[in-house]
């Protein structure tokens, strides 16, 4: 999803930090800004009853609650402050795609658009954004081969290349009692799972459900109006598993949004945390606290005794 206007972007760890921008700033940027504030006005209820409910896959509405898994090591510094980001300074990381696990992310085959103005534009925007040192003759050369030629193989890595680059990723999943995300993303179940409500905060608004197929996803070059490309929803069917959905933001990748203050509303420890990163996360929720925001919940994960799967308990204050 390209943004309309530039984010606005702020820089409060430092000018050598990863950059920070606010949720509803996010949304200006996508045009989207009115929706958000109509969507914020209503009421919780009514908020909550657009919202998918319980774990079921089949909704395409967003779930209440999105599920974050995460390592939290107390003697690893890294994670420790990166706890800190989220827990107490309401932070979500917009993710770098070549940082991602999956080796085929944001991979996509390639047509033409059938309309030759719309294809030729787009060429001359490619070339001015990624040849400027071209002469004209070389320029028009290189977009009448576009135009007219074959999509070729070194094109289609470009444009992914490109993508990629310009590109950043927030990925949630729905269910927080899988088993296997507990092993892969929370250190085999030593670390956390950090739970958002999504009816607090319009970034969720940009929110899409991912697509398992065992094909590539085609995307146009360049797309229609109105039909923007979404071929970073889909992933092959081996992923199917972590029941994702993710924002995706093409104009920043490796910074933060600031959501608002009731989006973080729980943290489920995983069955093998030990009592430090308990200690640690109790640390944090009090710093929040005592900066007057809202406190989040505390959950404890158990396996079952009678069948396979886990079981989600509140903790006691």
């Excluded at 050598?16 to 949720?23: F, G, I, L, R, T």
């Excluded at 070194?154 to 590109?167: K, S, T």
């Excluded at 729905?174 to 905060?201: F, K, L």
Aim: net charge positive; hydrophobic share 35%; with cysteine.
């Amino acid at each position: 999803m390209q943004p309309d206007f530039p984010l606005s972007l702020t820089y409060p760890d430092g000018p050598d930090k990863p950059p920070v921008c606010k949720s509803k700033d996010v949304l200006a940027a996508f045009n989207s800004a009115s929706r958000g504030q109509y969507d914020m006005s209503q009421t919780k209820q009514w908020r909550s009853h657009q919202g998918g409910r319980g774990r079921q896959w089949e909704t395409e509405n967003i779930p209440i609650h999105l599920y974050k898994y995460r390592q939290l090591d107390p003697k690893n510094c890294a994670q420790v402050e990166h706890a800190r980001d989220i827990l107490v300074r309401d932070r979500i990381w917009v993710a770098k795609p070549d940082s991602l696990n999956d080796l085929h992310e944001l991979n996509f085959n390639l047509v033409k658009n059938p309309d030759p103005s719309r294809l030729r534009e787009w060429a001359k925007n490619g070339m001015r954004q990624h040849c400027p040192k071209l002469s004209s003759a070389e320029r028009l050369r290189v977009i009448k081969n576009i135009v007219d030629g074959p999509i070729t193989k070194p094109m289609i890595e470009g444009l992914r290349e490109d993508m990629r680059r310009a590109g950043g990723v927030f990925c949630a999943s729905q269910d927080p009692r899988n088993g296997p995300m507990w092993a892969h993303y929370a250190d085999n179940h030593r670390g956390i799972c950090i739970q958002y409500d999504t009816t607090e905060d319009e970034l969720f608004l940009l929110t899409q459900k991912v697509l398992y197929t065992p094909q590539l996803p085609t995307m146009m070059g360049p797309s229609d109006p109105g039909k923007p490309p979404d071929y970073y929803r889909y992933k092959s069917p081996e992923w199917a598993y972590e029941r994702e959905w993710r924002v995706m933001i093409f104009c920043n990748s490796g910074l933060s949004v600031t959501v608002r203050p009731l989006t973080i509303s729980g943290v489920i420890f995983g069955v093998r945390a030990n009592q430090a990163t308990v200690k640690i996360v109790s640390e944090l929720l009090a710093k929040r606290v005592a900066l007057g925001k809202p406190a989040f919940k505390l959950y404890r994960a158990k396996p079952h005794d009678d069948r396979y799967g886990l079981a989600i308990t509140r903790m006691k204050p």
